[in-house]
Nanobody
Framework: QVQLVESGGGLVQPGGSLRLACAAS????????MGWYRQAPGKQREWVAR???????YYAGVVKGRFTISRDNAKKTVYLQMNSLKPEDTAVYYC????????WGQGTQVTVSS
């Protein structure tokens, strides 16, 4: 099995920034395609960003231009730079393959509020 550990969340004011990290461990894990997901209270988990080994990236429209996904294959880590955060970005953020193919980690809480 593969274990995913998300980190970097916190409480920030609207307009603030956070950088999330997703560290993967376990044999036979491929980082060629990874993504970030989020789940707000009372809502379904939604996809927000993905990245392939070739470097191409895709974003949900609501975060495009504000979020940037990147990866460090040597470190088996995927990042999500989040800028210009809005209250509606408040959610627990998770990483996984696209589509998801391993168990979900605990996620990291992002709260955007004054």
């Amino acid at each position: 099995q593969v274990q995913l550990v998300e980190s970097g969340g916190g409480l920030v004011q609207p307009g603030g920034s956070l950088r999330l990290a997703c560290a993967a461990s376990g044999s036979s894990f491929s980082i060629r395609e990874m993504g970030w997901y989020r789940q707000a209270p009372g809502k379904q988990r939604e996809w927000v960003a993905r990245i392939f080994s070739g470097g191409s990236t895709y974003y949900a429209g609501v975060v495009k231009g504000r979020f940037t996904i990147s990866r460090d294959n040597a470190k088996k880590t995927v990042y999500l730079q989040m800028n210009s955060l809005k209250p509606e970005d408040t959610a627990v953020y998770y990483c996984n393959g696209v589509p998801p193919y391993t168990s979900w980690g605990q996620g990291t809480q992002v709260t955007v509020s004054s």
